[in-house]
């Protein structure tokens, strides 16, 4: 069975840093394409970023304006986001997704990421 948790939100004050973890069973994330994908409040679905089959192929959102780094450790089976300077307006739910945006096979339930002073 195929499952993503995510981990790793939580509270911190504009311009801080914090790392998204996810990870996955039930397949190999570093055989897989791979996604991030944020749910602001009120907002869609919007794709922030994603990692093919966990090699150096590698795309975002142009919101994320190099602050944001996807990667992945094949041992642990884990994708990661790592974050810098975070915006009040990156306040959202984020989801991991295996996939990426021309089909999501699986998603995570979310880890929440509250940027505010």
């Known amino acids: 069975e195929v499952q993503l948790v995510e981990s790793g939100g939580g509270l911190v004050q504009p311009g801080g840093s914090l790392r998204l973890s996810c990870a996955a069973s039930g397949f190999t994330v570093s055989s897989s394409d791979m996604s991030w994908v944020r749910q602001a409040p009120g907002k869609g679905r919007e794709w922030v970023s994603s990692?093919?089959?966990?090699?150096?192929?590698?795309y975002y959102a142009a919101f994320v304006q190099g602050r944001f780094t996807i990667s992945t450790d094949n041992t642990k089976n884990t994708l990661y986001l790592q974050m810098h300077n975070l915006k009040s307006e990156d306040t959202a739910v984020y989801y991991c997704?295996?996939?990426?945006?021309?089909?999501?096979?699986?998603w995570g339930k979310g880890t929440l990421v509250t940027v505010s002073s």
């Open positions: 990692i093919y089959r966990g090699i150096s192929n590698t």
């Open positions: 997704a295996k996939g990426d945006p021309t089909k999501y096979d699986a």
